[in-house]
């Protein structure tokens, strides 16, 4: 027995939801829900790719050491975003002398 | 050592390596860790998105209406499809049913050759429609470079991305090749559950896609 199998039953249901999610985000994105409304549909994709992850590449099942892996290459992206909208962001707030 | 040579089933361990898990898992790490860089190179384009984007809301959002949310939502299916038929083959390797995975691996490039088809009718249309930043570009208007902007991004990112996806295809392509002379027996699945991984990040690339390009312009 190979370790680390994902049920077959695991993957359609996996993929039903999945096309489910994008299914509802393109409807939810034709109504304004003033502002929010790029903050959810990335919610639904964070969920999705969270589910991609787990059970289709096997996370779940996969021992710390390559979780960790996964997980450090969004934290680092995470930084990365943050960061540069902390420049971006707070421009112009403070007066620089000579500007 | 030899003992663990021997080990029915489980192939070739490598010198360095003390068990088969231990192989099993450092081949893992590696694929892990090359698709790390991969999100920081689609990270860096992201990043650039947000930081015009922010900067740009109002040329964003327009240039965003002037994609076809058809396309992306048809494509989003397709996408999630192939990673179905790729997980289903990564199993028929596992348990070395290798007439079943060159089916899966030849219906997954199937798939990934009708996203690239959608793909292209879409660039087609944007060429017809003369928003293509830097070729043809007719589209006028008071947040034309701003619009201008946010097609570039478009093209940039799906354009990685369509790269990815084309390089995933030859790939699958050339394992199926294999599979079908019986290149892939159980107890050397492990490149066809690393070409999964791939391909499954690649998937996930354009769900993010999918919200960021298509959807937001929709609503504001």
Redesign the interface.
Known sequence: M??R??P?RT??VV?AV??VL??S??AV?????RGW??LI??L??AI??LL??QF??HLRW??P??RL??V???V??AI??VG??DD??TRGWLAVPGK | MIGQRAERGRGALGEQFGTFEQQHQSEELGMWIFLGTEIMLFGGLFTAYTVYRTVYPDGFAEGSRHLDVLYGSVNTAVLILSSLTMSLAVRAAQFGRQRALTWYLLGTALLGVLFLAVKGLEYQKHFAEGMVPGLVWQYVGPLANQVELFLFAYFVMTGLHGLHLGIGVLAVLLFAARARRGGFPAERHAPVEMLGLYWHFVDVVWLFLLPLLYLFGLSS
């Open positions: 190979p370790e199998t994902v077959v993957c359609f993929c999945l096309l994008t299914g985000s393109v994105a034709h109504v304004d829900l409304n790029t549909a990335l639904v994709a999705q790719a991609v992850g289709l590449m996969s021992p050491v390559i892996a996964a450090a290459g969004v680092w992206l990365l975003i540069t909208l971006i962001l």
